[in-house]
């Protein structure tokens, strides 16, 4: 089991800009992140493995972008252009198998606390 670490939730007007960490203890295969907002089933944004595969969901294409550190052990959220739609907890998610892709959340492996991330009008 890994655990994962989230920071750099917080409020933001709508059209700014926040940066997501995620801080990993052991070996993953694939990273990603999810959102849930009030009410509403947890969503994929965006996943990156050890090969640098990245994918992203449509919802945040564009303006969200997903990284690691060189060490694989450090994933990043650099979210741009907010808006209020986008206001949830933010989670990371890992997996250590190489069949998974971390954008299906019933296959997650590991999930962190989450971070709140807040944009208002």
């Known amino acids: 089991q890994v655990r994962l670490v989230e920071s750099g939730g917080g409020s933001v007007q709508a059209g700014g800009s926040l940066r997501l960490s995620c801080a990993a203890d052991?070996?993953?295969?694939?990273m990603g992140w999810f959102r849930q907002a009030p009410g509403k089933e947890r969503e994929w944004l965006a996943s990156i493995n050890r090969r640098s595969t990245i994918t992203y969901a449509d919802a945040v294409n564009g303006r969200f972008t997903i990284s690691q550190d060189n060490a694989k052990t450090t994933l990043y959220l650099q979210m741009n252009s907010l808006n209020v739609e986008d206001t949830a907890m933010y989670y990371c998610a890992s997996s250590p198998y190489v069949t998974n892709s971390c954008h299906i959340k019933e296959l997650i492996d590991d999930w962190g606390q989450g971070t709140q991330v807040t944009v208002s009008s």
């Open positions: 052991g070996y993953t295969y694939c």
